[in-house]
């Protein structure tokens, strides 16, 4: 699967915007889809993730309440709403999906198979 993140730009501390990565081929219901985040010279971290029905999702602690993760099978496009920003947000934002039907939602870098070109998010204080 072939991955294309969109939506990232700049905002004030306080805004919202919404990312979205959308999918190439037919299988897209068979993965599941993360969102992670990387500043220069750090590693990437996971933000949220989402099982391949959208039954289950999986937050970091400094987005909670925050941040949520949706996706449409129907659309083959995974969402990431981002609400209350704060300038710590501001990263690359990658998606990135993993092979497989399970209730288990993937948080690691290196359980991913796929990622997308990532989106710039600048959050202005």
């Known amino acids: 699967v072939q991955l294309q993140a969109s939506g990232g730009g700049l905002v004030q501390a306080g805004g919202s915007l919404r990312l979205s990565c959308a999918a190439s081929?037919?299988?897209?219901?068979?993965?599941?889809m993360g969102w992670f985040r990387q500043t220069p010279g750090k590693e990437r971290d996971i933000v949220a993730a989402?099982?391949?029905?959208?039954?289950?999702?999986y937050y970091a602690d400094s987005v909670k309440g925050r941040f949520t993760i949706s996706r449409d099978n129907a659309k083959n496009t995974v969402y990431l709403q981002m609400n209350s920003l704060k300038p710590e947000d501001t990263a690359v934002y990658y998606c990135?999906?993993?092979?497989?039907?399970?209730?288990?939602?993937?948080?690691?870098?290196?359980?991913?198979?796929?990622w997308g070109q990532g989106t710039q998010v600048t959050v202005s204080s």
């Open positions: 990135a999906a993993k092979m497989g039907r399970t209730v288990v939602v993937p948080k690691g870098v290196n359980e991913y198979d796929n």
């Open positions: 989402i099982n391949w029905s959208g039954s289950r999702t």
């Open positions: 081929g037919r299988t897209f219901s068979s993965y599941a």
